[in-house]
């Protein structure tokens, strides 16, 4: 399979789940991006398209984390101490088209332990 295809197909899951979940103020959709070398985690308002709160690896207390598992929970606990501290509790998660397996599931699951739901 070439490298336009797999984009292709990657492209059309992300549609396929952003037509089903939606981010308000009170609920916001919890969107996580893995690359080659960083985490990026944002917290978005659709209805008014603004960023809440947003995480990355490029910030100075996670510059050593790796996307990785360990990585990813590092900066899964991480978000969900800032969310709580926030005043948030429910959210939706935007897994980007990426299985619910690994670094995702490990992330979403390091959040649910600091006490938020999806």
């Given at each position: 399979m070439n490298l336009g295809k797999k984009r292709e197909l990657l492209q059309k899951r992300k549609w396929r789940i952003r037509k089903?979940?939606?981010g308000t103020k009170d609920r916001?959709?919890?969107a996580v991006r893995f690359t080659n070398k960083n985490i990026h985690a944002q917290c978005i308002d659709d209805e008014s398209y603004?960023?809440?709160?947003?995480?990355?690896?490029?910030e100075k207390e996670l510059?050593?984390?790796l996307p990785n598992l360990s990585g990813s929970e590092k900066v899964?606990?991480?978000l969900g101490e800032r969310l709580k501290a926030a005043g948030f509790k429910t959210l939706v998660f935007d897994r980007a088209g990426r299985k619910y397996h690994g670094?995702?599931?490990v992330f979403a699951d390091s959040v649910r332990k600091?006490?938020?739901?999806f």
């Open positions: 089903k979940i939606i916001p959709r919890l603004n960023t809440l709160l947003a995480v990355s690896t490029n510059k050593g984390c899964g606990t991480i670094c995702v599931k600091v006490g938020l739901e």
